[in-house]
């Protein structure tokens, strides 16, 4: 019972303490940039009581989330896929899902706050379907820590 309720416990400062806001079309301006972020950016805010403060910004597709050892914010991130093919070199996946491109952009950000972020690992391996299938990024989805 203790398990469970440590668990809920978690989820629920997870979700009170951050959320995600992702645009995919929509311009957001930020401090670097104020004409807004690049399709598939997001940033990562600390919500208290109605508040909210910008803890992470410019995180190319961000999919997993974990506290690690050291009580740091990590987040693994989907990058932008790239422009490699492989057609004409082995079989593809059909339309209108495919052909994949891909490129070595995932990467893994430690959050610092109040210091900052820092990309910690980089070049995973990053993948996108065709644009009629909305580009959909595939690449390292969570961090786990032993």
Same mark, same amino acid.
């Given at each position: 019972?203790?398990?469970?309720?440590?668990?809920?416990?978690?989820?629920?400062?997870?979700?009170?303490?951050?959320?995600?806001?992702?645009?995919?079309e929509?311009?957001?301006?930020?401090?670097?940039?104020?004409?807004?972020?690049?399709?598939?950016?997001a940033?990562?805010?600390?919500?208290?009581? /109605? +508040?909210? @403060?910008? #803890?992470? *910004?410019?995180?190319?597709?961000?999919?997993?989330?974990?506290?690690? %050892?050291?009580?740091?914010?990590?987040v693994?991130?989907?990058?932008?896929?790239?422009?490699?093919?492989?057609?004409?070199?082995?079989?593809?996946?059909?339309?209108?899902?495919?052909?994949?491109?891909?490129?070595?952009? /995932? +990467?893994? @950000?430690? #959050?610092? *706050?109040?210091?900052?972020?820092?990309?910690?690992?980089?070049?995973? %391996?990053?993948?996108?379907?065709?644009?009629?299938?909305?580009?959909?990024?595939?690449?390292?989805?969570?961090?786990?820590?032993?």
């Amino acid at each position: 019972m203790r398990r469970i309720i440590s668990g809920y416990l978690s989820l629920v400062v997870l979700c009170s303490f951050i959320f995600i806001s992702c645009s995919k079309e929509a311009e957001m301006p930020t401090a670097a940039n104020q004409s807004g972020i690049t399709k598939g950016t997001a940033s990562l805010y600390k919500v208290s009581y /109605g +508040s909210q @403060t910008v #803890v992470a *910004t410019d995180l190319n597709e961000p999919r997993g989330l974990i506290f690690g %050892p050291d009580q740091l914010l990590y987040v693994s991130e989907s990058g932008t896929g790239g422009n490699i093919s492989t057609v004409g070199q082995c079989d593809q996946v059909p339309p209108p899902v495919g052909p994949y491109l891909g490129g070595n952009n /995932g +990467s893994i @950000t430690k #959050v610092n *706050t109040p210091q900052g972020q820092s990309k910690i690992n980089t070049n995973f %391996p990053s993948t996108q379907t065709a644009a009629t299938s909305g580009e959909e990024k595939t690449s390292i989805s969570s961090v786990a820590f032993y």
